[in-house]
């Protein structure tokens, strides 16, 4: 695959709030494979989850779970997603907040699931925002406030907004850039998402971070990410 075409892809990947599926890569660039753009694409997310792996957040973390896909189809994933809470005070003296970097895992809402995700993605000094949840009230090494916000949609955003307006987006994301996404792709999609969202207050830049990951990766076999 010529090298333009890689930084094409990495471009158009990028460089826009939706992103991009696989058919439209395939159409843009004119390749004459459907798979080769999907592989392309899939070595390109596994770069950025890569890249995501060497940090870990801090501070207010809100924690929760989500569902992915419908259960009717069989195609349904749980997903453990963690954001920061960035919170200042404004020229006059507002307080105000806004979402940091997240880190999302494929993986059911159990306790060892959600332990093993705070251990490598959320800093030790950190406090944890979250529901009720058994699978998350008794979390060690860390410090954990939650509450019971049950049904109560006001209660819910304003103790966990920045976790569940990151969930509903991707989901979106999924629905209406991908048309759904096999379960068992579910995690590189996430990848892709979140390095996005990661970035997007430097969107001038996200090109060549995305570029400098691709470099530094370590290769993984088209059989590798097919599974």
């Not at 189809?73 to 920061?84: I, K, M, P, S, W």
Request: proline residues 3%; charged residues 25%.
């Amino acid at each position: 695959i010529p090298l333009l075409t890689w930084l094409k892809s990495i471009c158009l990947m990028t460089q826009g709030k939706r992103g991009i599926s696989a058919l439209e890569i395939q159409s843009e660039l004119e390749m004459k494979s459907y798979g080769t753009a999907w592989n392309m694409l899939h070595k390109i997310r596994e770069a950025l989850r890569q890249r995501d792996e060497t940090y870990k957040i801090s501070n207010i973390i809100e924690l929760d779970g989500g569902v992915f896909g419908r259960r009717q189809t069989g195609n349904q994933t749980e997903v453990l997603v963690a954001v920061e809470t960035k919170e200042w005070v404004d020229k006059n003296g507002r307080k105000k907040s806004r979402a940091g970097f997240a880190k999302v895992l494929v993986a059911s809402e159990t306790k060892k699931e959600a332990q093993d995700f705070v251990d490598n993605a959320v800093d030790k000094n950190a406090t944890l925002h979250t529901d009720n949840s058994p699978s998350f009230a008794n979390l060690e090494n860390i410090e954990v406030e939650y509450k019971t916000v049950g049904t109560d949609k006001e209660l819910l955003d304003n103790w966990l907004p920045w976790v569940h307006k990151f969930i509903s987006n991707a989901k979106s994301w999924i629905v209406g850039t991908h048309h759904g996404v096999d379960a068992k792709y579910l995690g590189p999609y996430l990848s892709e998402y979140t390095f996005r969202f990661n970035r997007r207050h430097d969107p001038d830049s996200m090109f060549f971070r995305a570029l400098g990951a691709c470099v530094r990766a370590e290769p993984k076999t088209e059989h590798t990410l097919s599974g």
